[in-house]
């Protein structure tokens, strides 16, 4: 039991300690250079969840978990289900409810969907390469935790989208994330290291649309320069064919 409350403490206060780093945050208007030092909390959990792979200490700590769910939990509860999407929901409906979103409606979707499609290449990917038995020997792909990743996309989004208001809203999303990669284990669906990485996941999966999509609307799709001075178009007329300058002074 013992570690699973150190679980609950561990990754608690990483959410947290992420929460408040609001000085590495992606602006409204991001540079088109990423800011690497805000990956290093889920570039820290990834790598957890990869050594634990191989690992005889934390495959010793999967093993204890395991021990200690089959012998004193009875009653599976299936909440993550629901908490791994609720800092979505959050964002949403709080917004419709007066308390504005940083992002209007399009540009926080683009955002969250660009996010979880990362997120979910990157989970299937690593679901199929890996083939690690779940810990209830249902199947293999239990690495890493789908439900800990979406979670933790999710608190990212949600403290994304409110970090001006307040910093409990990052509390509120991380303690879900954290709730949600919790009964992954108490539920015997994953290992350890198995959440830890869907953690990382969902985390970077997040801050990596924050700036994929504004660098791709500014690099690629760039606006038209409206103050431009000149504008050349082609024009056709019966048998002719030629350019039309509008030049302006």
Known sequence: ??????????????????????????PENPETNIKLKSFIIPVTLMTVGIIGLESHTLLDINDQLKDEVHEHIDKKLTIDDF??????????????FGVKAKHNFKERTKRILTAHAIMTTTVMILKSSSTVLRPDGSSYNSFPSGHTATAFMSAEFLWQE????SVWYGVLGYSLAVTTGAFRVYNDRHWFNDVVMGAGIGMASTKIAYWLVPWIENKIFKKENHDQNAVILPYFGGDRLGLTAVLKF
């Open 83 to 96: 908490t791994q999407y609720t800092p979505v929901a959050l964002v949403y409906g709080l917004d419709a």
């Open 162 to 165: 409110y970090k001006d208001k």
């Open 1 to 26: 039991m013992k570690h699973i409350i150190l679980f609950f403490i561990v990754i608690f206060f990483v959410g947290q300690l992420h929460a408040q780093i609001k000085t590495d945050s992606i």
